[in-house]
């Protein structure tokens, strides 16, 4: 059976399990655990032939007594429930491989009926005629499918296989028996598969065996990530089933690595967001004496010697570390937000660290778009590790563009690693010392290779290395400011009225402003910033707590609630910060009203009834007007009314009196961050954006509620909040009234 069929065959059994409520990434645990047996069970069975048949040696293999696969395979109902869930209790306590496989493993597949649907798929297939390579590209093939599945969550452990490879070509690692390569924060394995494929098969036994043993390591800090990880590389031939594991599981920031430990090459992608998530749930007494629940997050910071700094930022903790991990002379390649670029006191201690101990040589803005956190704008930051001196190892940064005026999607335009050829045939791999920019300010401006000394870049703000020098093309088409584009609308208001202009043209130009103007609320540049406000994520964390206090007395449905801070895609205020919208408000629940139940005075809202592009209200009407027949959603005055149903038409408005719409409308309450402000952000550009890359539906889109909820939010203070609708206000209603 060609691989291509056996994938097909396992995802199917996917779809039938997610049906039965088990997620994506539990069957795929399970699958490890199975496959594992399976594998283990052919192995047998070829020694009994000769061991030239093996896949892989059984000597030191700490197997169960009593364990048979084709005992497993032949029972059925409760009896293989009870068996299965005994046979992973015993093998979560051997040693070795076999005990990391299986360490903490249980059966997440509870109806017997299911079970034995993935047993007979498995037994099914014989894994010991399939080649190394095919049951490795099987596996993988398995994670990138399930990683594509923005509900999983499972795709923030994998990184873009097409990045990944341009990567490895632009390191081009060299390999003897000694070589170490190394990715703190492996997730699947992607960076260290990649590099067993850039070297190919060698004629040498004894550097063969290197490649399989020693050459490969890692760290995850996920258990079951570290299960799946382990698998992969197992069967790309990385590690053997009876040996040492490549990699471990533990928090590789704790872990100070050792002379005997370095490293010659880092390839990575750090986990996003500036702090750990880790939260714990406390019980504390109020003002008023009740016991209530609130979240506090756990201690994330780490006092190493090796660290120049203190911080709890995670992603300035991993810079550090991953200096640490290499030996003189070593390199990195490190994928990382643009906050790292940017953020200050620690992180411009870092990156002047940084610039004078390495050679800092190679930076490569990356587009949103292309990782699983679609909204998130990353970089990856090459750099090579110098012996200690007085000197000044940077010499140059190169930055190549690859964001500007460029349009990535996961679905309907997905990075390939074509797209990149032009940016490693700039880097130049076999001679990085040798470049040329395309870059000239009179005959190339937009040229997308760039070179700045290392003067240019410590006299900049903060040693800030998030730069960037090409107009996008909304810049080129209107670089006019706010006021200039608003005295440009009142201008073109008086020319129209006269009919001396193109009524389609004011049109363009209103629908321009219009977002602009949005785009600078959410940005926090309407309003000038003001000291003494709240700062955002103090109200962030008050709002989550009273969220998670809702949830325990089932004031609202349970879901995912982040307290701290997350990663955006573009820079905020000091005292704002980024939240996840669904931490604030659900996308997924909305109290619904039978149609029997709904008086004839209630105020009925259908989608008609809003305009598009500007939320105003149309027409009002009364449910005795219509012949409403189905079910109705409830909302508030307050209420922020929001179409899933063609997002792009930015039908959103905010409810000034209680009433019932149509369920194609989402009532959300916003709890104390000003509606307006939602309805802005909501309306957005970046919004919409985000929304459309995986709205369900090709001709009716709908917003995907998960989605919704997983998207980055700009939270300002309440204060200011207040003020940007203030202006709001003021201006919007001059574009609305153009484009009415």
């Given at each position: ?730 201006i919007l209603p001059i574009v609305k009234k153009l484009l009415s």
């Amino acid at each position: 059976m060609a691989d291509i069929q056996i994938s097909n065959k396992i995802w199917n059994i996917a779809g039938v399990l997610r049906d039965g409520g088990v997620s994506y990434g539990d069957y795929l645990e399970q699958i490890t655990f199975l496959l594992f047996l399976k594998m283990i069970d052919e192995n047998k069975q070829a020694a009994a032939i000769g061991p030239e048949f093996q896949m892989f040696s059984m000597e030191g293999m700490d197997l169960p007594e009593d364990f048979d696969w084709k005992q497993l395979a032949m029972l059925e109902g409760e009896s293989l429930i009870t068996f299965y869930d005994k046979l992973l209790a015993d093998l979560s306590k051997r040693n070795g491989m076999i005990g990391e496989i299986y360490r903490g493993a249980r059966n997440k597949v509870e109806k017997a009926s299911l079970l034995k649907k993935v047993i007979d798929m498995i037994n099914g297939i014989e894994w010991s005629m399939q080649s190394e390579d095919v049951k490795g590209d099987i596996y993988e093939s398995l994670l990138q499918r399930i990683a594509q599945d923005t509900k999983s969550g499972a795709g923030q452990y994998f990184t873009p296989r097409a990045l990944i490879n341009v990567i490895v070509k632009c390191v081009n690692p060299q390999i003897n028996e000694n070589t170490r390569i190394a990715d703190p924060c492996c997730g699947s394995g992607g960076f260290l598969l990649a590099a067993k494929s850039y070297f190919g098969s060698t004629n040498s036994e004894r550097l063969n065996n290197a490649i399989r043993d020693n050459v490969f390591r890692g760290t995850e800090y996920v258990e079951s990530t570290y299960r799946m990880c382990l698998m992969n590389l197992l069967l790309h031939g990385i590690g053997t089933f009876n040996g040492i594991p490549p990699i471990k599981c533990q928090d590789s920031l704790s872990h100070t690595p050792g002379e005997g430990e370095l490293c010659d090459y880092v390839l990575t992608n750090p986990p996003f967001g500036e702090k750990s998530a880790q939260t714990i749930e406390v019980e504390k007494k109020d003002k008023d004496g009740n016991t209530i629940t609130v979240l506090e997050k756990e201690k994330d910071s780490y006092k190493r010697q090796d660290f120049i700094v203190t911080t709890n930022n995670k992603q300035l903790n991993f810079i550090q570390h991953i200096k640490s991990m290499l030996k003189i002379g070593g390199q990195a390649a490190v994928v990382l937000p643009d906050n790292v670029l940017f953020v200050d006191k620690a992180g411009e201690t870092i990156r002047q660290n940084l610039l004078k101990t390495c050679d800092v040589h190679t930076i490569l803005r990356l587009p949103a778009g292309i990782f699983y956190a679609q909204s998130v704008k990353a970089n990856v930051v090459f750099f090579e590790k110098r012996p200690k001196s007085d000197t000044i190892h940077t010499k140059e940064v190169w930055i190549y563009d690859y964001r500007t005026n460029i349009h990535h999607t996961l679905k309907q335009n997905p990075l390939k690693e074509s797209d990149l050829d032009d940016f490693v045939s700039c880097y130049n791999p076999q001679n990085r010392r040798n470049r040329k920019e395309t870059y000239n300010e009179e005959t190339n401006p937009n040229g997308r290779w760039r070179k700045y000394t290392y003067q240019d870049i410590i006299n900049r703000d903060k040693t800030s290395l998030n730069i960037t020098w090409m107009k996008s093309d909304d810049e080129e088409d209107n670089g006019m400011s706010l006021n200039e584009r608003l005295s440009a609308i009142q201008l073109l208001k008086g020319v129209i009225q006269d009919n001396e202009l193109n009524p389609e043209l004011l049109d363009m130009t209103a629908k321009r402003a219009y977002q602009e103007i949005l785009d600078m609320a959410i940005h926090g540049v309407l309003v000038e910033q003001r000291k003494g406000s709240e700062p955002a994520n103090e109200l962030l964390t008050r709002i989550a707590t009273q969220r998670l206090q809702q949830i325990k007395n089932k004031e609202i449905k349970k879901r995912s609630i982040v307290p701290t801070p997350v990663d955006g895609p573009f820079d905020l205020p000091d005292n704002w910060c980024w939240a996840n919208l669904g931490t604030i408000v659900d996308f997924k629940h909305g109290s619904s009203v039978k149609n029997a139940e709904i008086s004839g005075d209630s105020w009925l809202l259908d989608l008609e009834d809003i305009e598009k592009e500007t939320g105003r209200l149309l027409r009002r009407k009364k449910m005795s007007d219509v012949n409403a027949l189905s079910d109705k959603r409830a909302f508030k005055a307050g209420d922020v009314l929001y179409s899933k149903l063609r997002p792009y038409l930015n039908k959103v408005i905010v409810a000034d009196d209680s009433g019932l719409c149509t369920t194609e409308i989402l009532a959300l309450d916003f709890g104390e961050i000003v509606p307006q402000y939602a309805q802005a952000f909501l309306m957005s550009k970046h919004f919409v954006d985000y929304v459309m890359q995986d709205a369900y539906g090709v001709k009716m889109p709908r917003a995907d509620a998960d989605k919704c909820n997983a998207c980055p939010f700009p939270l300002p203070p309440i204060e200011e909040q207040h003020r940007i609708v203030k202006v709001l206000d003021e201006i919007l209603p001059i574009v609305k009234k153009l484009l009415s």
